[in-house]
T-cell receptor, first 115, second 114 residues
Framework: GNSVTQMEGPVTLSEEAFLTINCTYT??????LFWYVQYPGEGLQLLLK?????DKGSNKGFEATYRKETTSFHLEKGSVQVSDSAVYFC??????????????FGKGTHLIIQP | SQTIHQWPATLVQPVGSPLSLECTVE??????LYWYRQAAGRGLQLLFY??????ISSEVPQNLSASRPQDRQFILSSKKLLLSDSGFYLC?????????????FGPGTRLLVL
């Protein structure tokens, strides 16, 4: 089956530190990959995505590169801010061609940025 | 632009009571619609999805059901709630576009069953 594995945390960093949240996946096909962010008490917001190998998704200073050889999609940011404190979800989607396809999510990584 | 609404935002219900959560999408036609649940300490689990009016697919057999009475309306229901139904319920929409398809989520409904 399909699955996503990510570090659960909490991950605690100081402001301006470098961030890496690891995400690896297993899939029966060739998935699209996503990072979503959930701020306290809110729904999920799409952060970035990549649909093929070596694609780099980027948004708000965050980046992730689709690595097919290591089946990974690690999230990085060079300098985090307190406002980046949230839960980050890695997810994959396989395109079946037959209609809607649900997302398979990791369990989420709680990120805490201290001033 | 497209927007997605969910209500209520928060709900506290006794065990055995019925449930109806509503999700509506504006600014798009014939979207794919999804219900996910986020339980405490667990990731998000896909419950149902729909590609059109009256078309519902269930991913996980359970105490819940879904309906799509209108193109942009998706309803999650239960006849008798269980304690294990507590969680954060998220509705999402997308427009089919192959590998580029992206799901956008609503603000969620927090359900506590006592």
């Amino acid at each position: 089956g399909n699955s996503v594995t990510q570090m659960e945390g909490p991950v605690t960093l100081s402001e301006e530190a470098f961030l890496t949240i690891n995400c690896t996946y297993t899939a029966t096909g060739y998935p699209s990959l996503f990072w979503y962010v959930q701020y306290p008490g809110e729904g999920l917001q799409l952060l970035l995505k990549a649909t093929k190998a070596d694609d780099k998704g980027s948004n708000k200073g965050f980046e992730a590169t689709y690595r097919k050889e290591t089946t990974s999609f690690h999230l990085e940011k060079g300098s985090v801010q307190v406002s980046d404190s949230a839960v980050y979800f890695c997810a994959l989607k396989l395109y079946s061609g037959g209609g809607a396809d649900g997302l398979t999510f990791g369990k989420g990584t709680h990120l805490i940025i201290q001033p | 632009s497209q927007t997605i609404h969910q209500w209520p935002a928060t709900l506290v219900q006794p065990v055995g009571s019925p449930l109806s959560l509503e999700c509506t999408v504006e600014g798009t036609s014939n979207p794919n619609l999804y219900w996910y649940r986020q339980a405490a300490g667990r990731g998000l689990q896909l419950l149902f999805y729909s590609v059109g009016i009256g078309q519902i697919s269930s991913e996980v057999p359970q105490n819940l059901s879904a309906s799509r009475p209108q193109d942009r309306q998706f309803i999650l229901s239960s006849k008798k709630l269980l304690l294990s139904d507590s969680g954060f319920y998220l509705c999402a929409w997308s427009v089919s576009s192959g590998k580029q398809e992206t799901q956008y989520f609503g603000p969620g409904t927090r359900l506590l069953v006592l």
